[in-house]
């Protein structure tokens, strides 16, 4: 499994955590209705943002950031990628690698909505209670002369909402695929050796896309 497949799950989450018109700022609503009622709309913007389908990644960066980031629990993600070490890295050297880890994927990911184009989405039944702490929300990500691919998406309930804490593509965590790096990382060279591969990543990647 490599990443690129990963890169199609952020198509997914703008369409699912937009905020949805109609419903007062701060009400929640269970995972799939949410999933339900942004669904179309936000697929009509996508597709109809001329900036977006040009190849804007500035404006795309944005998106990502604005509509779909505040939804991930980054912590929970990034404790979960980094696995054992995130028990010996002090609270400073945690907060290091959430910041890093988040810009990883905002750079790595943005490229998804650039690319979206005649995909269509089908949602699956919830599974888990949407009245419990986690839930599933299955997808499948339907393209013309394309077999479906399955994106599931891992929800808990927190005080300030659904949070995302996992994507699962085709069957593979989004977690689990970092993790084996991460703990190499590590065991090499630290948790600072960790964050120091991080930074170069992200400045490689903010090179490449021209600094944007």
């Not at 109609?22 to 109809?48: C, Q, S």
């Not at 979206?116 to 949407?130: C, M, N």
């Not at 695929?177 to 990647?205: H, M, P």
Request: charged residues 25%; glycine residues 8%.
């Amino acid at each position: 499994m490599t990443r690129k497949l990963f890169a199609r799950c952020l198509l997914m989450l703008a369409v699912f955590f937009t905020p949805v018109a109609g419903f007062a700022a701060g009400e929640a609503l269970p995972p799939d209705e949410l999933v339900r009622n942004v669904t179309d709309e936000v697929l009509t913007i996508v597709r109809n943002d001329k900036a977006i389908q040009a190849g804007d990644f500035q404006k795309t960066l944005a998106l990502v950031d604005e509509k779909i980031l505040p939804h991930f629990n980054f912590r929970r993600m990034t404790s979960l990628a980094v696995g054992p070490g995130w028990r010996s890295a002090s609270p400073e050297q945690q907060e290091r690698l959430i910041a890093q880890f988040r810009i990883l994927l905002v750079r790595t990911y943005s490229n998804a909505l650039i690319k979206f184009r005649d995909q269509t989405i089908a949602l699956k039944p919830l599974r888990g209670d949407s009245g419990g702490k986690t839930v599933t929300v299955n997808t499948e990500v339907r393209q013309a002369g394309a077999q479906p691919i399955p994106i599931d998406y891992s929800l808990e309930q927190t005080d300030n909402g659904w949070k995302v804490f996992d994507v699962i593509v085709t069957g593979a965590s989004l977690v689990t695929n970092y993790r084996g790096d991460f703990t190499q990382e590590v065991n090499a060279k630290g948790v600072d050796g960790l964050i120091a591969s991080l930074e170069a990543k992200n400045k490689s990647l903010e090179a490449g896309q021209g600094g944007k």
